[in-house]
């Protein structure tokens, strides 16, 4: 065992991954929300055809490994459009990112959606009965509560696509993984090096769920005053 | 109640029919309501006097039949449900406040979205009416910190902000404590006062009967019976009203 060299000569190199790792979750994430509100705008829509892009978009997602859609997305996508652009290629990150974007889209549509459906129908009912239309319904009434009901499985979503950017070392982006099994690769420092990469992620994740703790007590419904006094009392 | 004005229909119903699947849930229908007047729907569970009541603001649609509110046929669907609704207040019997805002928001929500007044307006407007249900104090409390009677007393606040001329009441009292029955009653008996056009589906008889002007009683989806509190409490006529009648009082 040797730490202290694992620290002085991976630590650089670690970090270099981690920092890839944190920006293509970002990233994935945001792009991966954006992706699931339509999609799942999609599946609730009364249009047929738009229900059914979206409902066979989520079954491929959900059916096939994320390490397959990576492959197809890295090897196999290019191939065919080689077929009309030469030297066409994507970065393993470019890659990277487009995988876990879709994939977290499609999780994130269902999270969206059970969400939706967690609203009572006396919201919507209520707000219509005022001349409320549709939109504006969503908007003020079904969608807040929908995300305050969704952030739990949110968060949930957003772990998983942190740590499965793990899997995109299989396609050679130079994330956290991808960067430990190259210095281990060299210095056969299994133990202590993949020990460090877990404490990483461990960090990362327990920072994440922090934050949705603090967002959840702030999206409480109750009034201001009571959740000042509520906390003088606890001191 | 005296202000009624019979030279203005506010609702007229014609032959209303509604399905649910192959289960037909009301059987045709006739009904016209006036200006000013109180009419409360009573009945046993199932008779369909809250589909009645839903079919009324379109929340339900009608399968067949007309429904005439303030003049426009709500079931020609090139009228525009939304206008029609802003005319007509509704109370839920589960209250259905947003939960997800304030008292003074749940009022204001409706007339600021939809331009009938500035933010301004809609607070003055949204505490004035806190201030005649009792509870200005309760503006910044959220939905989930009040009492069920308060509820329902916010609910009808929020109805009214947007200046109805028809309220409809489904049930309103009847998820409530029984301590809390008296005090939204006391508030639609004053909007009653008022000359406020109302329809109460309601299980309250005490209600029915000191406070409508007219009461239909509802069984197997039509209207069986109709009249003054006092022709249909005290001299019903028919057999389905009797045997209600009979039941509850």
Redesign the interface.
Known sequence: MDFAKVFNEALPLLLEGLKLTVITSLVSIGIGMIIGLFVCLMKMSKNVVLRAIAGVYIWIIRGTPMLVQAFIVFFGVPQIIRMFVSDFKFTAITAGVITLSLNAGAYLAEIYRGGIMAV?K??T?????????HG?TMR??VL??AL?FSIPSLVNQFIITIKDTSILSAIGMAELVNKAKTYVGSTYTFFETYLVVALMYLVIISLLMILSNYIEKKLK??????RGKRHRDQH | MTNINKDNKKVVVKDLHKYFDRNEVLTGIDAEIFEGEVVCVIGPSGSGKSTFLRCL?K?EDATSGTIIIDGFDITDKKVDI??V??N???V?Q?F?????M?VIKNIM??PT??KKMTADEAYAKGMELLGRVGLADKA??????LSGGQQQRV?IA??LA?NPDIMLFDEPTSALDPEMVGEVLDVMKELAAEGMTMIVVTHEMGFAREVSDRVLFMADGVICEQGTPAEVFDNPQNDRTKDFLSKVL
Request: charged letters at 25%; aromatic letters at 8%.
């Open positions: 009572p006396g919201q009912e209520a707000a219509r009965s005022l001349g409320m239309t504006q003020k009434v807040p509560q305050k419904y109750e009034a201001k005053s009571k | 603001n929340l939304n206008k609704r802003e007509i207040g509704m839920f589960q259905n406040l947003f939960h997800n304030t929500v409706a979205t939809l910044d409390s959220f939905p989930g910190e609910a929020r109805a947007m």
